[in-house]
């Protein structure tokens, strides 16, 4: 039952074309949030935030100029910043380890850390200017927690997102900016679909 938890609050959600992004900020919206919708998909990211009267921003969460372009657009049609959640992310399809080429590393560790990165090296200085609370969520992934063969660097890349939030947690903690992590077991989505994000292994188990 929604309860205006976040009435008056902006809030960013990367990946919210679909699957868990796009869960995220139709809560939240419910909750009385306004949400920008940041996502590569433009057709999909622009349905999701009509549906709730939010904002699409097509966003490259691996550049640092959409992270500023974002930033800008908050400020331009909110005047403020005030939840960010890190829910974009990619994998490989699960294989031996030996067989991941150098594309798909870079592509899990951009997606799904660098934009980590990122997303703090351009906000957090905002909310320090403006002595504002703010909040950080990164989806993770049990993955990231109790990793299994398959997918070494899909569970390398949310192990370092889960230790980035930990830190950030306590370096910007007492400056009000809280950073906390979530991870997810497994919801089908496109990311599992797609690439079978848990392998066959799971597949069977699901199928009874
Ligand atoms: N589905 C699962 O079983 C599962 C389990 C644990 C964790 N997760 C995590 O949940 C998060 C959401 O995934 P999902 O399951 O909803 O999958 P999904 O494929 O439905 O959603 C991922 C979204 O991220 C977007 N995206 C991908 N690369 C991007 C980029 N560079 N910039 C901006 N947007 C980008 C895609 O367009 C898509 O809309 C991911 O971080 C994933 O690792 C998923």
Known sequence: MPSNRLEGKVAAITGAASGFGKGIATKFAQEGAKVIVADLSQEAGQQVASELDGIFIRTDVTKRSDWEALLALALKEYGQLDIVVNNAGASYSNKATEGVTEQEFDMVMNVNVKSI?????????????????????????????????????????????????KALASEYGPKQIRFNAVSPVVGITGIYLDLCVYGPAWSAINAG
């Open 117 to 165: 990165y990122f997303s703090t090296n351009v906000l957090v200085p905002y909310f320090l200017k403006e002595n504002r609370p703010g909040s950080f969520i990164q989806i993770a992934s049990t993955a990231g927690i109790r990793p299994r063969g398959g997918l070494a660097w899909y569970s390398a890349s949310k192990g370092a997102a889960i230790t980035a939030t």
